[in-house]
C-alpha cells in the first residue's frame, strides 16, 4: 500500500514557476513508476509526466514538454514535478499517481495509487 500526499500547488502569474511536490509512505517507493495526472474544471483527468522507478526514463505530455520537469528522489521518497513558463491552461488540480509496474503508461486505469490533488492556478 502507498499513501500519496501532494503539496506546493498555488496561485502563480504566466510565466511564472512552481515546484509540485509527493511525498509517498511505505516501503516499496522505489519499486514504482510515478506520474502526475491533471484535471481541469470539466474535462478529464489527463497524464502530464511519468517516471521509472530508477528515475532514468521519463514521459512527458506535448503539452508540457519543454516546461516541466519531473524528478524523484528514492531517499525521501518523493516524487518532484518542475513547472516553468507556467500558462493560464496549466490551471488544473494535479494528482501524483503511482503504479506497481516498470512500464510508463498514460492510461489513469493504469495507476494504482493517488494523492488528494492539489490546485495549480495561472492567471494571466
Known amino acids: 500500500q502507498v499513501q500519496l500526499v501532494e503539496s506546493g500547488g498555488g496561485l502563480v502569474q504566466a510565466g511564472g514557476s512552481l515546484r509540485l511536490s509527493c511525498a509517498a509512505s511505505?516501503?516499496?517507493?522505489?519499486?514504482?513508476?510515478m506520474a502526475w495526472f491533471r484535471q481541469a474544471p470539466g474535462k478529464e483527468r489527463v497524464f502530464v509526466v511519468g517516471?521509472?522507478?530508477?528515475?532514468?526514463?521519463?514521459s512527458y505530455s506535448d503539452s508540457v514538454k519543454g516546461r516541466f520537469t519531473i524528478s524523484r528522489d528514492n531517499a525521501k521518497n518523493t516524487v518532484y514535478l518542475q513547472m516553468n513558463s507556467l500558462k493560464p491552461e496549466d490551471t488544473a488540480v494535479y494528482y501524483c499517481?503511482?503504479?506497481?509496474?516498470?512500464?510508463?503508461?498514460?492510461?489513469?486505469?493504469?495507476?494504482?495509487?493517488w494523492g488528494q490533488g492539489t490546485q495549480v492556478t495561472v492567471s494571466s
Open positions: 499517481a503511482a503504479r506497481d509496474g516498470s512500464t510508463l503508461r498514460q492510461s489513469t486505469t493504469s495507476y494504482d495509487f
Open positions: 511505505g516501503r516499496t517507493f522505489s519499486t514504482y513508476t
Open positions: 517516471i521509472s522507478w530508477s528515475g532514468g526514463r521519463t
